[in-house]
């Protein structure tokens, strides 16, 4: 598919099949998500996947599913694959304390004015939205509910990393259409969001 085709098909899934998605498919979207910019070049964004069913249970139980899924509350929970990507701030701290940063006005200090590692957990989870698509595949980014802790926690995932949601993948359910506020809101044009020269 091309760029342009994959940008305008993309929309998040919500009903997903359970049939399980193949390693190579997983590995596939995986490297996209690899392939992103970081600040850097830090690369510390890593990815906890949850393919066996008592993984995804442990997760689904940290975040308390109850209230996600629209209609019979189980279509999200269905998906047979689920990506956490987790990242720690401390490695951005140590990378901008290297020689080739050390002139940066981010080394040695807490004055991030922008959390980078959140920039880049975002560039790897729309690199996996866009594979996804681009393998005619479902995709939903969803928050935590604030129980990121919880199911970091129950993944084992040390302390020092965050997440900024969860990705869950899968083929779309045969009856799955169009769902979210994208069916109560209209996509707002260039002439709203585009100030030219300045605001
Ligand atoms: C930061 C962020 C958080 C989101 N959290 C959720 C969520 O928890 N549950 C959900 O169903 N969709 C979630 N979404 C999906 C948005 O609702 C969706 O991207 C938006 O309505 C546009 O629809 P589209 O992605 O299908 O084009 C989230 C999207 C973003 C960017």
């Excluded at 342009?4 to 498919?25: G, H, S, Y």
């Excluded at 949850?50 to 249970?57: C, N, S, V």
């Amino acid at each position: 598919m091309q760029l342009d085709e994959v940008l305008r098909r993309r929309r998040m899934t919500r009903r997903f099949a359970t049939t399980p998605l193949r390693p190579e498919t997983i590995d596939r979207l995986l490297d996209a998500a690899r392939r992103v910019p970081s600040a850097g070049f830090t690369q510390a964004v890593e990815f906890v996947v949850l393919t066996e069913r008592a993984a995804r249970q442990r997760f689904w139980a940290a975040v308390a599913e109850v209230g996600w899924a629209e209609g019979d509350g189980t279509s999200i929970v269905a998906a047979p694959v689920i990506v956490v990507p987790v990242v720690s701030p401390l490695a951005y701290r140590d990378r901008y304390a290297e020689e080739d940063k050390s002139a940066s006005s981010l080394a040695g200090g807490d004055g991030w004015a922008v959390p980078y590692w959140l920039v880049d957990a975002s560039f790897c989870v729309l690199a996996l939205l866009l594979a996804a698509e681009d393998g005619e595949l479902g995709a939903l980014f969803f928050h935590l509910q604030g129980n990121e802790a919880a199911a970091l926690g129950a993944l084992g995932v040390p302390p020092r990393y965050q997440t900024i949601g969860a990705v869950a993948l899968g083929a779309r359910a045969a009856d799955e259409r169009p769902s979210g506020s994208p069916t109560r809101r209209t996509r707002r044009g260039l002439d709203e969001l585009v100030h030219r020269e300045g605001w």
